[in-house]
């Protein structure tokens, strides 16, 4: 499965460092996405971007940055971020709207974020 | 916005027998429904969607039905496997605009065989 790719796998990372996560789309598709996901808690949407264009960001803490410099790649810049932050973080494309309706979410690995 | 409920959180079933899983949503506008499967340490995948416009679809042993009076959908598992073992989310959308999935809080299926 080499649709969607996510860098690092695993990252540990103290309160006060700054690390970005990357992500990668070979899909063609023109919808990026990030989410948390917390143990025991459903899938929490967190920045939504649609033809580079952020379209959505859901109340996320200025801690987290998004950046998306062209439709296949998306980062998550991470700074001064809260033990509570630990969690798998899920990036997934899709081909939203122009009624082809392939709005098919399809997600990356993940990446496993421990902070300390 | 929309809001997704699903029930239950966690269904433990023997092999073969059947699994239901249920979702509401509260934004009648919502015409596109899929559910994923997330199998342990893996990345959530599709497994099967409805559209508005059908009340049921079927992929082998699991389906999916529709109500959209009531605003709910299930999915449906047969002759369960242990391999059938996973988190599945349901979601909700409205398609062919700016599309921003809802997802349920997902149920942990276990089948013991």
């Known amino acids: 499965e080499t649709g969607v790719t996510q860098t690092p796998r695993h990252l540990v990372m103290g309160m006060t460092n700054k690390k970005s996560l990357k992500c990668e789309q070979h899909l063609g598709h023109n919808a990026m996405y990030w989410y948390k996901q917390s143990a025991k808690k459903p899938l929490e949407l967190m920045f939504v971007y649609n033809f580079k264009e952020q379209t959505e960001n859901n109340s996320v803490p200025s801690r987290f940055s998004p950046e998306c410099p062209n439709s296949s790649h998306l980062f998550l810049h991470l700074h001064t971020l809260q033990p509570e932050d630990s969690a798998l973080y899920l990036c997934?494309?899709?081909?939203?709207?122009?009624?082809?309706?392939?709005?098919?979410?399809?997600f990356g690995p993940g990446t496993r974020l421990l902070v300390l | 916005g929309e809001n997704v409920e699903q029930h239950p959180s966690t269904l433990s079933v023997q092999e073969g027998d059947s699994a239901v899983i249920k979702c509401t949503y509260s934004d009648s506008a919502s015409n596109y429904f899929p559910w994923y499967k997330q199998e342990l340490g893996k990345r959530p995948q599709l497994i099967i969607d409805i559209r508005s416009n059908v009340g049921e679809k079927k992929d082998q042993r699991i389906a999916v039905t529709l109500n959209k009076t009531a605003k709910h959908f299930s999915l449906h598992i047969t002759e369960t496997q242990p391999e059938d073992s996973a988190v599945y989310f349901c979601?909700?959308?409205?398609?062919?605009?700016?599309?921003?999935?809802?997802f349920g809080r997902g149920t942990s299926l276990i089948v013991h065989p």
């Open positions: 979601a909700a959308s409205l398609a062919g605009g700016s599309y921003i999935p809802t």
């Open positions: 997934a494309s899709s081909q939203a709207g122009g009624g082809s309706y392939q709005e098919t979410q399809y």
